[in-house]
Nanobody, 122 residues
C-alpha cells in the first residue's frame, strides 16, 4: 500500500515560482517511480514529469522542460516539483503518482494523491 498527499499549491502571478511536495507513506517508496501530472478544467490529465526509483532517470513534458525540476528525498519519503517561470497555462490541479514501473502514461500508474490546485494569473 502507498498513500500520497500533495501540498504547496496556491495562487501566484505569472513569472513566480512554487514548489510542490508529495509526501508518501509506505515502506517501498524508494523502489517506486514517482510522477507528476496535471489536469486543467475540460482537459485530460497530462504528464508533467517523472523520476525513477533510484533517481537516475528523469523525463519532462515539452511544455515544462527548462522551467520545472523534479527531485526526490527518500529519507523524507517525499518527491518535489520545483516550478519556475510559471505561466497562466500552467493552471491546473497537480497530482503525484507512484508505480513500480517507470512510465509516462498516467493510465499506467497504480497510486495517486488527491491533487493540489495551482492557479497562475496574468
Amino acid at each position: 500500500q502507498v498513500q500520497l498527499v500533495e501540498s504547496g499549491g496556491g495562487l501566484v502571478q505569472a513569472g513566480d515560482s512554487l514548489r510542490l511536495s508529495c509526501a508518501a507513506s509506505g515502506r517501498t517508496f524508494s523502489n517506486y517511480a514517482m510522477g507528476w501530472f496535471r489536469q486543467a478544467p475540460g482537459k485530460e490529465r497530462e504528464f508533467v514529469a517523472v523520476i525513477s526509483g533510484i533517481g537516475t532517470r528523469i523525463n519532462y513534458a515539452d511544455s515544462v522542460k527548462g522551467r520545472f525540476t523534479i527531485s526526490r528525498n527518500d529519507a523524507k519519503n517525499t518527491v518535489y516539483l520545483q516550478m519556475n517561470s510559471l505561466k497562466p497555462e500552467d493552471t491546473a490541479v497537480y497530482y503525484c503518482a507512484a508505480d513500480s514501473y517507470y512510465r509516462l502514461d498516467p493510465r499506467g500508474y497504480g497510486y495517486w494523491g488527491q491533487g493540489t490546485q495551482v492557479t497562475v494569473s496574468s
